[in-house]
């Protein structure tokens, strides 16, 4: 199949971008990045926009820089480039490490950061990441400049906390010390995780001072495993702690069953993985005294 016709723009810069969703709102106008997920919901019209507004001649939306204690990436940041530049393996190698698992470096050539993050796949490796390391997505619209934490970004699958007028520009992480791991369970590699887990660790005198850890696969969007990091903070690091978040972090999730697993599969899986996860992290935070 392929799309039903639509109008097509090339903007230069965020607020001509901007303008153009303003003034094609009666069509539902949608913007173009790395066009990996679009496209093909185009084709299969899934999504029908009456005008599309395609951001890669807009230079301003590119870049990877460290500003102060920020990692600052462009929403328009091609995936390759995120996973293979050193700002971000130095400041935020959680990140490095949930990209080189995103479907395939031909994708990754082409894939945005900000395109996956606004598209909001409930399995996707971003969203968590994001999440784990307590982003700031920032948005342009009409109005101006307002920045969005990631825990309040992520709606509903396939749903964020962007307005119709509104554009993704830029990507803000916070430098974290101490231990990460991205870990996840596919069927074949490149392929949509069944489940992943990102977690971030910091140890100060022998015991655990900070915890993060989300998930996708087991909820409709990614999920902050907030119970299984109060069961960490101040715990001793060693099997019955982390045995103990991982069971904190699976109680209470009630995922969906589909063809690739039940929901009791990926419960499981989320549990056993939450501990693979934590173990790695713990050992790179241990390294690092």
Same mark, same amino acid.
């Given at each position: 199949?392929?799309?039903?016709?639509? !109008?097509?723009?090339?903007? $230069?810069?965020?607020?001509?971008?901007?303008?153009?969703?303003?003034?094609?709102?009666?069509?539902?106008? =949608?913007?173009?990045?790395?066009?990996?997920?679009l496209v093909p919901l185009m084709n299969? *019209?899934?999504?029908?926009?009456?005008?599309?507004?395609?951001?890669?001649?807009?230079?301003?939306?590119?870049?990877?820089?460290?500003?102060?204690?920020?990692?600052?990436?462009?929403?328009? +940041?091609?995936? $390759?480039?995120?996973?293979?530049?050193?700002?971000?393996?130095?400041?935020?190698?959680?990140?490095?490490?949930?990209?080189?698992?995103?479907?395939?470096?031909?994708? =990754?050539?082409?894939?945005?950061?900000?395109?996956?993050?606004?598209?909001?796949?409930?399995?996707?490796?971003?969203?968590?990441?994001?999440? %784990?390391?307590?982003?700031?997505?920032?948005?342009?619209?009409?109005?101006?400049? *307002? /920045?969005?934490?990631?825990?309040? &970004?992520? *709606?509903?699958?396939?749903?964020?906390a962007l307005a119709a007028d509104e554009?993704?520009?830029?990507? *803000?992480?916070?430098? =974290?010390?101490?231990?990460?791991? &991205?870990?996840?369970?596919? !069927?074949?590699?490149?392929?949509? %995780? @069944?489940?992943?887990?990102?977690?971030?660790?910091?140890?100060? /005198?022998? !015991? @655990?001072?900070?915890?993060?850890?989300?998930?996708?696969?087991?909820?409709?969007?990614? #999920?902050?495993?907030?119970?299984?990091?109060?069961?960490? #903070?101040?715990?001793?690091?060693?099997?019955?702690?982390?045995?103990?978040?991982?069971?904190?972090?699976?109680?209470?999730?009630?995922?969906?069953?589909?063809?690739? +697993?039940?929901?009791?599969?990926?419960?499981?899986l989320a549990r056993t993985y939450v501990?693979?996860?934590?173990?790695?992290?713990? $050992? !790179? %935070?241990?390294?690092? =005294?």
């Open positions: 199949m392929k799309p039903p016709p639509f !109008r097509y723009a090339a903007p $230069s810069s965020v607020a001509e971008a901007v303008d153009l969703l303003v003034r094609h709102a009666a069509v539902e106008p =949608r913007v173009l990045a790395g066009g990996q997920s299969f *019209r899934l999504a029908q926009p009456g005008h599309l507004i395609d951001l890669r001649r807009v230079a301003d939306l590119d870049g990877i820089r460290v500003h102060g204690d920020y990692l600052v990436i462009g929403a328009m +940041a091609r995936q $390759s480039a995120v996973e293979d530049a050193p700002e971000v393996a130095l400041t935020a190698p959680l990140l490095a490490e949930a990209i080189g698992l995103v479907a395939d470096r031909t994708v =990754r050539n082409s894939g945005t950061i900000g395109g996956s993050l606004a598209h909001a796949d409930p399995t996707a490796e971003l969203p968590a990441v994001a999440l %784990a390391l307590d982003a700031e997505l920032v948005a342009t619209g009409p109005g101006g400049i *307002r /920045g969005i934490p990631a825990a309040e &970004f992520f *709606r509903g699958p396939f749903s964020t554009i993704l520009t830029e990507i *803000r992480l916070p430098r =974290r010390e101490g231990g990460h791991a &991205f870990i996840e369970f596919a !069927r074949t590699h490149g392929t949509f %995780a @069944i489940v992943a887990v990102a977690a971030q660790i910091e140890l100060d /005198g022998g !015991r @655990i001072s900070r915890a993060a850890l989300a998930l996708t696969g087991v909820a409709p969007t990614a #999920v902050r495993a907030t119970a299984a990091e109060r069961a960490l #903070v101040g715990a001793t690091p060693d099997t019955a702690a982390i045995a103990a978040a991982a069971d904190a972090a699976v109680s209470g999730l009630t995922p969906a069953g589909d063809v690739h +697993a039940s929901a009791t599969t990926r419960t499981e501990r693979r996860a934590l173990d790695l992290a713990l $050992s !790179r %935070a241990q390294d690092r =005294r």
